[in-house]
């Protein structure tokens, strides 16, 4: 049964800093490149980050660059994004996608709000 499972989600002030990490299960890992998309209420998904099955390439959507990484680790089974500097239009549901080829999985979300 495949799984991925966000975790990390919050309530943060402007400035401040979340890490998201996402567990995988039930499938080969290190075959699938992972991403990060969110969708705020109103707007579609949109891509955060991605990284490659062995993490040596990775890309950012415009808005996140040099303020998030994203990262894995193929012997924990697990994609993190370490997200700091966030604003208010940072907020979203953030999900962590899996895909290789045809094969394409999501998680349920977790939910990032930063607000003072």
């Known amino acids: 049964q495949v799984q991925l499972v966000e975790s990390g989600g919050g309530l943060v002030q402007p400035g401040g800093s979340l890490r998201l990490s996402c567990a995988a299960s039930?499938?080969?890992?290190?075959?699938?490149?992972m991403s990060w998309y969110r969708q705020a209420p109103g707007k579609e998904r949109e891509l955060v980050a991605g990284?490659?099955?062995?993490?040596?390439?990775?890309n950012y959507a415009e808005s996140v660059k040099g303020r998030f990484t994203i990262s894995r680790d193929n012997v924990k089974n697990t994609v993190d994004l370490q997200m700091s500097s966030l604003k208010p239009e940072d907020t979203a549901v953030y999900y962590c996608?899996?895909?290789?080829?045809?094969?394409?999985?999501w998680g349920q979300g977790t939910q990032v709000t930063v607000s003072s």
């Open positions: 996608k899996a895909q290789l080829l045809r094969s394409l999985y």
């Open positions: 039930g499938f080969t890992f290190s075959n699938y490149a």
């Open positions: 990284i490659s099955r062995w993490g040596d390439s990775t």
